[in-house]
């Protein structure tokens, strides 16, 4: 039934007495001056959202009285690096929930979505430069009565590690020598590089830029580990069957080889993967059937399902049905052949005893990642070697006193704490409970864990989106919302190795429980503003009409623009990435939304690097982006139905002045 707002003016005065005191107004179309779609300024849609007073408290307590800078100050500061699985990652759990609890919202909570094998634990970490200097004899001391060298710092380092990996027992000094070039270059020099710290060769540019740096530090751990283990001898000759070629992954071509395992000479068992450089591991799930060949393998970008034709001596096909593939059997079968003569160098040297190994990144900026098998991680049996990344121009700096004859030595104290699991690890949770729908949900969320290089505080991964969401819950509080829907705040772990968290989260649900999420938000572009959100077209107009409220509200001084938000139609489908929390629900058809980040920050220069801390903060964006989360989730949680999904069909718009709801969800 239509009713008008004439037919409501005797109830007006008693109408309007209430709305302090609903939670959402359902007569009320949605606010805003304006709506924008595809980049164009338009009306807002006449869909009924949030209660008008609690966006207008909303709004003012964030203009008012932000807590967003010291939230995440507050974070990063007490927490520091949030590496799954550390220490601190669980003490920020535990924070974020004490947060939670503090601002009223119910529930608040643990979830343990599983365990690792190994907690690590980064403690302060040094690398320098240094020169030995003597004291006059009057000057000796107990401490140096032996005429043990005292070393001083010439150059402090910035650098990284592999995460999940062996450090160093106090401090050591040992000589810079660069890696030999050959067989004969070692042995003329071959007492050099016991206890040294071996300078490899740069690579001056990478198709990955820091990222291929990192793969390949990956990787050199795995050689070392197998050379010294005799997993693999460079001395000797293989005749394993080979498969090489290349594979499209977003518009750019990889090398890739496949080492098949066979239980006879016809039949394809199982077999070994790997981008060279860049990650290498098993397939599993191996079909063979004359010329039908399919496998499953996860490498760091997804687990791909692999469907190929084997003709001949070529192998065609697809990777998860849009990456192409194409090998050839190799006229030489030595997985190792390219490799073969440098792993005989890196062999001598490991034989040596060296301290470890420096290399270089492509730029200033050091990028950490994590060992291949790092969920098996045993420290009673990690691998022995040490590799430090340090940036360009402290490499050029040891390069360039190595090559003018200088005696160069290097310090590093690289405290690296494994604890055996196993080691819980944790999603955080809390709720403002719907008023009239609580069983449906509104999912706010950001990635809570970040990489843990020396010098890095997770700030901008993803200690801007963690805190959004933490601002997001106080201002909803404050405001004394009171959604239809319940609104759920999660902050994940396990992000950044693969979105194991929010995985894990989804596989806990049954299908009645993910039929009632309405939408997922996850915050995790940086400090730059929440600009705008890909959406399919059944869903445009309601995420237009609950992001309205947010236009016109924040305006930057530095940027002369205002802080508004662009609903972008994409088709039929939600037109996004997979690489980060929003990809799980996506995977079994809840709305998953990752911000558009805007503004003028640049995210890569803090991604995963030593640059990762506080001073790169935008308070203005991360006021916006606040608040642009809170309303955008009250709107939907008051809003007629849940938002629509893919395979819906657009919402007939609500004329303005009725109290009748938009038609049914088809969920």
């Known amino acids: 039934m239509r009713v008008s707002f004439p037919a409501m003016i005797p109830s007006l005065a008693l109408a309007l007495a209430l709305i302090p005191l609903l939670g959402c107004n359902t007569a009320q179309q949605a606010t805003g001056k304006y709506a924008i779609i595809d980049g164009i300024h338009t009306d807002v849609p006449a869909i009924p959202m949030g209660n008008q007073q609690t966006i207008n408290r909303i709004l003012k307590e964030a203009k008012t009285n932000s807590q967003i800078i010291d939230i995440l100050t507050e974070l990063c500061e007490t927490h520091g690096s949030r590496l799954t699985g550390s220490t601190a990652c669980e003490n920020a759990n535990n924070w974020a929930m004490a947060k939670f609890e503090s601002w009223g919202l119910s529930n608040p909570r643990l979830m343990q979505w599983g365990t690792i094998d190994a907690r690590f634990d980064r403690l302060d970490s040094v690398g320098e430069a240094v020169k030995e200097t003597q004291s006059s004899g009057d000057e000796q001391d107990d401490q140096n009565v032996d005429d043990q060298p005292q070393w001083e710092s010439i150059r402090a380092f910035e650098f990284t590690t592999l995460s999940w990996t062996r450090g160093t027992n106090g401090p050591v000094v040992g000589r810079a020598i660069k890696m030999p070039e050959s067989l004969d270059d070692f042995g003329s020099n071959a007492e050099s590089y016991a206890g040294a710290w071996v300078l490899l060769p740069a690579t001056y540019s990478s198709r990955r830029g820091g990222r291929g740096v990192g793969f390949s530090m990956r990787e050199r751990n795995n050689l070392c580990n197998e050379i010294r283990t005799?997993?693999?001898?460079?001395?000797?000759?293989?005749?394993?069957?080979t498969w090489a070629g290349t594979v499209t992954f977003d518009d750019e071509k990889f090398d890739l080889i496949f080492l098949p395992?066979?239980?006879?000479?016809?039949?394809?068992?199982?077999?070994?993967?790997?981008?060279?450089?860049?990650?290498?591991?098993p397939?599993?799930?191996?079909f063979h059937n004359k010329d039908i060949l399919s496998f499953a393998w996860e490498n760091p970008h997804e687990k791909s399902t692999l469907k190929l034709t084997i003709d001949g001596k070529s192998i065609t096909g697809t990777a998860s049905d849009q990456h192409a593939i194409h090998l050839e059997q190799t006229a030489g079968p030595d997985k190792h052949a390219n490799t073969r003569p440098g792993d005989q160098i890196l062999q001598r040297v490991l034989e040596a005893g060296p301290a470890g190994f420096i290399s270089a990144s492509t730029d200033e900026r050091v990028w950490t990642t994590r060992p291949n098998g790092w969920r098996d991680t045993d420290p009673a049996a990690l691998p022995a070697d040490i590799e430090v990344l340090i940036r360009r121009s402290d490499y050029d700096f040891l390069n360039s006193r190595i090559a003018d004859g200088e005696p160069t030595h290097v310090r590093f104290d690289l405290p690296h704490n494994l604890k055996a699991g196993p080691i819980p690890v944790y999603n955080t949770i809390a709720e403002i409970t719907g008023s009239k729908y609580p069983d449906e949900v509104v999912i706010v969320s950001a990635h809570l864990d970040s990489w843990d290089g020396p010098m890095s505080l997770g700030t901008t991964d993803n200690g801007t989106g963690s805190s959004v969401v933490l601002e997001a819950a106080r201002l909803l509080s404050v405001a004394n919302a009171k959604p239809d829907r319940t609104i759920r705040f999660i902050l994940w772990t396990g992000e950044e190795q693969g979105l194991l968290g929010s995985t894990a989260y989804v596989k806990s649900l049954s299908e009645d429980e993910r039929s009632k999420i309405s939408a997922v938000f996850v915050d995790d572009g940086g400090t730059n503003y929440e600009g705008g959100i890909p959406a399919a077209d059944a869903m445009?107009?309601?995420?237009?009409?609950a992001t309205a409220a947010v236009n016109g509200q924040f305006f930057s001084e530095t940027d002369d623009k205002w802080l508004d938000v662009n609903i972008r139609s994409t088709g039929d489908k939600i037109k996004t990435h997979s690489g980060s929390d929003h990809a799980s629900f996506n995977k079994v058809g809840i709305p998953g939304f990752y911000w558009d980040e805007v503004g003028r920050a640049d995210y890569r220069a803090g991604w995963h690097t030593q640059n990762d801390r506080l001073d790169l903060a935008i308070p203005e964006y991360l006021q916006q982006s606040s608040v642009c989360m809170a309303i955008t989730a009250y709107n939907l949680a008051c809003a007629p139905n849940l938002l629509p999904r893919e395979s819906d069909k657009p919402s007939?718009?609500?004329?303005?002045?009725?109290?009748?709801?938009?038609?049914?969800?088809v969920n």
């Open 230 to 241: 005799g997993k693999y001898d460079p001395f000797a000759e293989s005749e394993a069957e």
């Open 261 to 281: 395992d066979r239980d006879d000479a016809e039949n394809i068992a199982g077999g070994t993967m790997s981008i060279p450089g860049m990650h290498e591991s």
């Open 283 to 286: 397939v599993s799930d191996v």
């Open 540 to 545: 445009v107009d309601y995420l237009a009409a």
């Open 652 to 665: 007939e718009p609500i004329v303005a002045g009725t109290l009748e709801a938009a038609p049914a969800n």
